[in-house]
């Protein structure tokens, strides 16, 4: 059936894809680009919000929210880089910030919930994942 809606849908739900898409997670990608500064800068000093320790933290952080988001922008290996940056994007919200108030979790739900919308979506056909 989705395939059906695909193939029948109108060019703007693809341009709205490749929009929320690359917009998103350039947006993210400077949440990103700061903490990939600190490792090339050999700063490996970061939270520990699941116990994997503060180095593994930071590579993870900077291998969803940096080059995960460059690979979703650019639609490739979409639904695998969207797994990791939903996956950062929950420990922010309900770990990093669960005892804050709604506000200082808001955005890292904001990128979540585009994060699963996208995974069901799929990036549209102005990407390289396209079929």
Not at 44 to 66: H, K, Y
């Amino acid at each position: 059936m989705l395939k059906k809606i695909r193939s029948t849908a109108p060019i703007s739900l693809d341009l709205g894809l490749l929009v929320l898409r690359f917009f998103s997670f350039a947006f993210l990608l400077t949440h990103g680009w700061p903490k990939f500064q600190k490792v090339v800068v050999g700063d490996f000093s970061f939270g520990d919000p699941v116990g994997l320790g503060e180095s593994n933290s930071l590579g993870l952080a900077v291998f969803s929210e940096f080059f995960c988001s460059i690979l979703i922008m650019i639609g490739f290996f979409t639904r695998p880089a969207l797994i990791f940056n939903a996956i950062t994007m929950g420990v922010a919200a309900f770990v990093v910030h669960s005892g804050q108030p709604f506000k200082q979790k808001e955005l890292a739900l904001v990128y979540f919930v585009i994060c699963v919308a996208l995974y069901f979506t799929g990036p549209g056909k102005y990407s390289l994942d396209k079929k």
